[in-house]
């Protein structure tokens, strides 16, 4: 599988706030069998894309995704804009224009450019070490929460009003709703 170029980035993460003239966008893609043309011809309406490193449309082989690039952040501001905000960017027009009723936009960063942490320790999960851990687009940020961070979080799991239960014949924690 080809490695890929960018993730998508958190937005408390290094380099994850504010917009980018890079989109992850999900709902399309190689393994849904979309028009790489259709796709361009939707995303060229917002502004200019980027074809000096190679494709502009990045359709990264056996995903539901795709990667975007525009020569300036104000188009993928657009872009992302019209397909959240929009109410005739409903599910009749994109299967009409890019043959998916839905797409769901995220800013996108290079790999390349999360300098805050060394690259030896960014690492993808879907690396060898990580496999049982895969999930595309995801990376392990080592020490990302801090000793105290995390052992308020354990306090919280394990303490004694935990909220745990034991009568579904395993220890489950209930957060917004019980499932019965």
């Given at each position: 599988?080809?490695?890929?170029?960018?993730?998508?980035?958190?937005?408390?993460?290094?380099?994850?706030?504010?917009?980018?003239?890079?989109?992850?966008?999900?709902?399309?893609?190689?393994?849904?069998?979309?028009?790489?043309?259709?796709?361009?011809?939707?995303?060229?309406?917002?502004?200019?894309?980027?074809?000096?490193?190679?494709?502009?449309?990045?359709?990264?082989?056996?995903?539901?995704?795709?990667?975007?690039?525009?020569k300036?952040?104000?188009?993928?501001?657009?872009?992302?804009?019209?397909?959240?905000?929009?109410?005739?960017?409903?599910?009749?027009?994109?299967?009409?224009?890019?043959?998916?009723?839905?797409?769901?936009?995220?800013?996108?960063?290079?790999?390349?450019s999360?300098?805050?942490?060394?690259?030896?320790?960014?690492?993808?999960?879907?690396?060898?070490?990580?496999?049982?851990l895969?999930?595309?687009?995801?990376?392990?940020?080592?020490?990302?929460?801090?000793?105290?961070?995390?052992?308020?979080?354990?306090?919280?799991?394990?303490?004694?009003?935990?909220?745990?239960?034991?009568?579904?014949?395993?220890?489950?924690?209930?957060?917004?709703?019980?499932?019965?």
């Amino acid at each position: 599988m080809k490695d890929e170029r960018f993730c998508k980035p958190r937005l408390n993460a290094p380099g994850g706030a504010g917009s980018t003239r890079f989109l992850y966008v999900a709902g399309v893609g190689a393994a849904i069998g979309s028009d790489i043309e259709k796709l361009k011809s939707f995303f060229e309406s917002f502004g200019e894309l980027d074809y000096s490193t190679g494709e502009a449309v990045d359709m990264v082989q056996d995903r539901r995704y795709v990667y975007i690039i525009y020569k300036d952040a104000s188009s993928a501001e657009k872009a992302v804009h019209f397909i959240t905000k929009d109410t005739s960017c409903d599910a009749a027009f994109l299967l009409e224009k890019v043959g998916a009723s839905k797409l769901i936009p995220n800013y996108a960063i290079e790999k390349s450019s999360i300098n805050t942490v060394a690259p030896a320790e960014v690492e993808c999960t879907s690396s060898p070490r990580n496999i049982a851990l895969h999930v595309p687009g995801c990376y392990i940020l080592p020490n990302f929460v801090s000793e105290e961070e995390e052992q308020m979080l354990l306090s919280e799991l394990a303490g004694p009003e935990a909220p745990w239960r034991e009568n579904l014949s395993r220890r489950v924690q209930v957060s917004l709703y019980l499932i019965l």
